[in-house]
């Protein structure tokens, strides 16, 4: 038995390989699972004062594809993750606001399931509210193609995390006009953990437009925090990710000149005009009660 045999071995015998759940399809190994993964989250139950009575919802941006293809291809398991997610959706609700769900051509969201915490009542109780949702989303390209130009529907734009943001999301010229128009229109733009690499489609030209045509940033000079690029490259040591990851968005969104000012993900969070950030499930909490709480004071 070579060294690496011996490796192998050890890292298998720690529980640190990644989970083949299927033929070249992995979860993280139970060992990260434990630490990345918890039974619980730390959603506090915030109860706010004057919640929120008009008719303003939060459109919420999810993904609809789950493999990620590692440059070794092998495919990771991912989605959005369920406490960026539903952890927010909490707050959100406990807030007075109302949810709709959207992918970008109405296929279902894609959820990492291997994250959902087992023990918290309150996560699963939201999870069961918005199933239906989940499974048949509205549609960004009928929303951009038939209804946005008129809407006057939103307060904000919410992209939850999970590597699962990392795909589709941000070469998805739709998504881009719906964050410009969302811009535009002065709304929040709220995101997570590797949320923000949806972001990178506002870069993009509109379906409609010239291709040779030059497309401005609209978050050029903005500051955020988001899962830093030095811990995703560290995630195949840990068995969280069963190869090296094919891109990094943090890198991209660095290039179009905006600024992640974290390099852990310690559950910061971090607001720069109506862009609301969070670095990781462990901001998910603050995250969520942040931007209620902004939300409620632009609305009262």
């Known amino acids: 038995m070579n060294i690496q045999d011996l490796l192998d071995k050890a890292k298998d015998t720690l529980g640190l390989e990644p989970q083949e759940v299927e033929a070249g399809i992995y979860i993280p190994s139970t060992s990260s699972l434990k630490l990345a993964a918890p039974n619980k989250t730390n959603y506090d139950n915030t109860e706010y004062d004057t919640p929120y009575a008009g008719s303003k919802k939060i459109l919420m941006v999810c993904t609809q594809e789950q493999y990620m293809t590692m440059e070794n291809g092998n495919k990771f398991d991912t989605g959005n993750h369920p406490v960026e997610m539903m952890v927010p959706l909490l707050h959100f609700?406990?807030?007075?606001f109302e949810i709709d769900v959207f992918t970008p051509t109405g296929e279902s969201v894609k959820v990492e399931q291997w994250a959902m915490p087992k023990e918290d009542e309150d996560v699963k109780e939201i999870y069961n509210e918005y199933e239906s949702k989940l499974e048949n989303p509205k549609?960004?390209?009928d929303f951009v193609k038939n209804d946005m130009a008129d809407s006057s529907d939103y307060a904000a734009i919410f992209i939850p995390g999970g590597h699962g943001a990392m795909l589709?999301?941000?070469?998805?010229?739709n998504l881009g006009e719906l964050l410009r128009w969302g811009h535009k229109k002065d709304l929040f733009t709220l995101s997570l953990c590797h949320g923000p690499a949806a972001l990178l489609a506002a870069s993009l030209d509109g379906p409609d437009?010239?291709?040779?045509?030059?497309?401005?940033?609209?978050?050029?000079?903005?500051?955020?925090?988001?899962?830093?690029?030095?811990m995703d490259k560290q995630m195949p040591k840990l068995g969280y990710l069963p190869g090296t990851m094919p891109w990094y968005f943090g890198d991209k969104l660095e290039n179009l000149g905006m600024t992640i000012s974290n390099k852990l993900a310690s559950g910061q969070t971090h607001q720069d005009r109506k862009l609301i950030t969070g670095d990781?499930?462990?901001?998910?909490?603050?995250?969520?009660?942040?931007s209620a709480k902004a939300l409620l004071k632009a609305l009262s």
């Open 209 to 230: 437009k010239d291709d040779n045509a030059k497309q401005d940033f609209i978050f050029k000079g903005y500051k955020l925090v988001a899962f830093p690029t030095g």
């Open 139 to 141: 549609s960004i390209a």
């Open 280 to 290: 990781g499930p462990m901001a998910a909490n603050e995250f969520g009660k942040m």
């Open 168 to 173: 589709g999301l941000p070469e998805d010229k």
């Open 93 to 96: 609700k406990k807030a007075g």
